[in-house]
C-alpha cells in the first residue's frame, strides 16, 4: 500500500434550510476548489436566531483532503 499525505482545512458554510442542507453546501463548495476530498467533520453548529425564529443554519466544517505528488 503507497503512503498518503492529507490535509486538513475548516470552512463555513449557511443554509436557510437546515443543517444537512449547510453540510451539502459546504461539501460542494469545497470539492469544486480542492481535489481529493476525502471526509468532513462537523465542528460546530449554530443557528441566527430572529424575533424568536430560526432564520439560518450555519456549520463549521473540518475537510480532510488528499495532497498530490
Do not use: C, H, P
Request: cysteine-free.
Amino acid at each position: 500500500m503507497a503512503a498518503s499525505v492529507a490535509r486538513v482545512t475548516e470552512i463555513s458554510a449557511k443554509s436557510d434550510k437546515s443543517f444537512e442542507d449547510a453540510i451539502k453546501v459546504g461539501l460542494d463548495r469545497a470539492t469544486q476548489s480542492l481535489r481529493g476530498v476525502r471526509s468532513a467533520w462537523v465542528k460546530e453548529q449554530q443557528v441566527n436566531v430572529e424575533d424568536g425564529s430560526v432564520t439560518a443554519y450555519q456549520v463549521n466544517l473540518l475537510v480532510t483532503f488528499e495532497l498530490e505528488g
